[in-house]
C-alpha cells in the first residue's frame, strides 16, 4: 500500500513537471500585448515611482506586471510555475495522488473559453492579477483543508507566521478576491469554532492580516474616484436599486461568463450530479424523489443549451436579445442551483458536504463585487471556474474512495482527450510565435526601407490573444512604437482583415 502510495506521488510528480514545461512553452510562444507594453516602457516606471497614486490598489499585481514586461525569462518561469500551480494545486487540496484525476484537472483547465484564456494565461497583464490572486487563494485552501476533517487541525508556528505575507499578499492584486479572502477567512473562524470549540492562532492571524491587506489596497485614491463617479473607466451605477442592479447585471452579462461558457465543465458538473443522484438517492420519501427527477431533467438538458441550441443551430428562444437573455440568465441560475441542492439535500457526509458546498458558494461569492463594479470580462471568473474544478475533483475522489466508481474504466479517453488538447494549444501557440517573429521582420524591413506608413500583419490564432491587434489610433499603438524602439515618425497601420 505505501509502495503504491510513493508510486502515485511519483507520477504526480512528473506530471506536475510536465505541466509546468508546458506552460513554460505556452508563455513562450506568446506575445506582449495591448496595455503590457505601457508597462515595460517608462510611463509604467512612472506609474511605481508615483506609488500607483489614483490608479489601483493591486500593488503587488502592478509589481508583477512591471517585472515580467522587462524580464522575459522571468515572465516565462513564473508563467509555467503558476499554470502548473493551478492544475496541481487542487490535486493536493483534495488529497489525491490519482494520475486519471490529474490528467482531468488539467483537462478542466485547458477548457476554458477562448476570450478567458486570451486574458488571463495568454495575457501578461491578466496573469499578473488573476492567476496570482487565484493561486494565493489556492495556497490558503491547502492550509486550511483541514478544517474539514474529522481530526482538530494543527498548525506550526511557522504557518502561523506565514499567515501574514498570505493575508496581506493576497489582498493585493484583484478587487473582487480581496473582497472574497475576509468572506472565507471568517468563515473558516466560524465553522472551525463550531466544528472543533476552538480558534485557531493560523485563521486569526490571516484573517486580522487580510483586513490589512484591504485597507492597503482600498486606501487607494482610485476607489473614491470611482465611487464618487469621476473615474472614466470604472464605474459604480448608483441609478439603479440594490436587486434590480443585480438582476440586470447577472441577466445581461454575468450569467454568460460565470456558468454558461462554461461548455464542457457543465458537462462534467451535471454529469457527476447525476451519478450522486442515481447512486445515492435511493430509499426516498416522495418528496424528494420528485425533486431528484427534476434535478436530473435539468442536469440533463441544459449542458446541450450552448453547444447545440446557441452554437450549432443558433436558435433565438424569443427571437429579442434581452428576453433571451433572460431566459438564459433564469435557466443558468437554475442548473446552478440544481447542482447546489444535489449536494445539500442528497449527500449524507456532513463533512464533505460542508466543504463541497462551500466551493460552489464560493465560485458564486467570489464573483459578487462584480455586481456593482463595471465593466468586467471573463478573466474575472478565472477564481469562479477554478472553484467549480475544485469542486469536481474533490467529488471524484469521494466517488473513488467510496468505490462507486473504477477511475482504470476512465483512464485512456481522460488522457487522450488531454492530450489532444495540449498538442492543439502547443500548434496554436507555435504558430502565434512564428508569426509574431514575421510581423516583427515585416515591421524592421518596411523601416529599412524608409517607408513613413507601416503596415502591421495580424497574429495568427488571435482570439487566444488579448487584443494583439494594434488599436490606431490609440495610445497603446504609440506605446508599441516606445516598446520596440520604433521611429518616433512613422504612421502604423493594420493590414486589411
Known sequence: MLNSIKKDGFKIGVFSFIVFLFYLYLSYCTPLTHDDWTWGIRLGMNRFYDGFKDYNGR???????????????FRFLIMGVFGAAIVVLPLLIV???????????????????????????????????YNTATICILVYLLIVKNIFYEKRPSYSMWLIIFAVPLG???????????????????????????????????????????????????????????????????????????????????STSMYKFLIMNNILLN??????????????????????????????VILTIYPFYRPIIVDRMRLSIFGD??????????????????????????FRKSSLKVELSFYLISAVFVAGPLFFVTPFGSRCFIISYVFFVLFIIRLLVYFVDEGVINLRSFNIPIIAITICLVVAYSIIFAQIKISDNERMKSIYKQIDESKKVIVVKPLKNEQFLWNSRLMIPGFQADNFKIYFNLPKDIELKNAPE
Open 59 to 73: 500593488y503587488f499585481g502592478n509589481i508583477c506586471e512591471l517585472i515580467i514586461t522587462r524580464v522575459d525569462w
Open 95 to 129: 488529497k489525491t495522488t490519482k494520475l486519471t484525476i490529474a490528467f482531468l484537472s488539467l483537462l478542466l483547465m485547458l477548457s476554458v473559453s477562448s476570450d478567458m484564456f486570451s486574458s488571463t494565461f495568454a495575457w501578461a497583464a491578466g496573469f499578473a492579477n
Open 168 to 250: 496581506i499578499g493576497s489582498q493585493l492584486f484583484v478587487e473582487h478576491a480581496t473582497i472574497y479572502n475576509i468572506f472565507t477567512g471568517s468563515f473558516v473562524i466560524i465553522y472551525s469554532f463550531v466544528k472543533f470549540r476552538k480558534i485557531f492562532y493560523f485563521h486569526v492571524t490571516y484573517l486580522i492580516s487580510a483586513f490589512i491587506g484591504a485597507i492597503i489596497m482600498f486606501s487607494n485614491g482610485a476607489y473614491v474616484r470611482i465611487f464618487t463617479g469621476a473615474d472614466n473607466y470604472r464605474t459604480i451605477d448608483t441609478d439603479m436599486g440594490f436587486f434590480e442592479k443585480i438582476y440586470s447585471i447577472f
Open 267 to 296: 458537462f462534467v458538473l451535471a454529469l457527476f450530479c447525476i451519478f450522486l443522484l442515481v447512486k445515492i438517492g435511493t430509499n426516498l420519501p416522495t418528496w424528494k424523489i420528485w425533486i431528484k427527477n427534476i434535478f436530473m
Open 321 to 346: 436579445v434581452l428576453k433571451n437573455s433572460e431566459f438564459e440568465a433564469w435557466i443558468s441560475l437554475i442548473f446552478y442551483l440544481a447542482i447546489l441542492f444535489t449536494i445539500i439535500l442528497f
